[in-house]
C-alpha cells in the first residue's frame, strides 16, 4: 500500500511557476508508475502527465511544453514543475500512484488568476 501527500499548490498569476512535490511512503516508490491529475470544478478528473517506474513520460496536450513531470527515487517524490500558467490550469491537483492498484493522494488546490 501507498500513502501520497501533495503540496506546492496556490495562488498565482497568468504566466506565473509552481512546482508540486508529492511524498510517498508505505511501499517501494520505485517500482510504481506515477502521474499528476487534476479536476477543475464542474468537470471530471484528468490526467496531466505520468511517469514511469523507468522514466518515460507522457502529457496532456493541454500542458506539453509548459509542465515538467519527474520523480526522486532516492527520496520517494514525485514533482510537477508547472509554467507559463493559464487561467485554465486551474484545478485540485491531485498524486497517483499504480501498479496492481490505482492510489490517491489528498490533492493541493492550484489557481491561475490575476
Known amino acids: 500500500q501507498v500513502q501520497l501527500v501533495e503540496s506546492g499548490g496556490g495562488l498565482v498569476q497568468p504566466g506565473g511557476s509552481l512546482r508540486l512535490s508529492c511524498a510517498a511512503s508505505g511501499s517501494i516508490f520505485s517500482r510504481y508508475a506515477m502521474g499528476w491529475y487534476r479536476q477543475a470544478p464542474g468537470k471530471q478528473r484528468e490526467l496531466v502527465a505520468t511517469i514511469a517506474s523507468g522514466g518515460s513520460t507522457d502529457y496532456a496536450d493541454s500542458v506539453k511544453g509548459r509542465f515538467t513531470i519527474s520523480r526522486d527515487n532516492a527520496n520517494n517524490t514525485l514533482y510537477l514543475q508547472m509554467n507559463s500558467l493559464k487561467p485554465e490550469d486551474t484545478a485540485i491537483y491531485y498524486c497517483?500512484?499504480?501498479?496492481?492498484?490505482?492510489?490517491w493522494g489528498q490533492g493541493t488546490q492550484v489557481t491561475v488568476s490575476s
Open positions: 497517483n500512484a499504480q501498479r496492481m492498484y490505482a492510489y
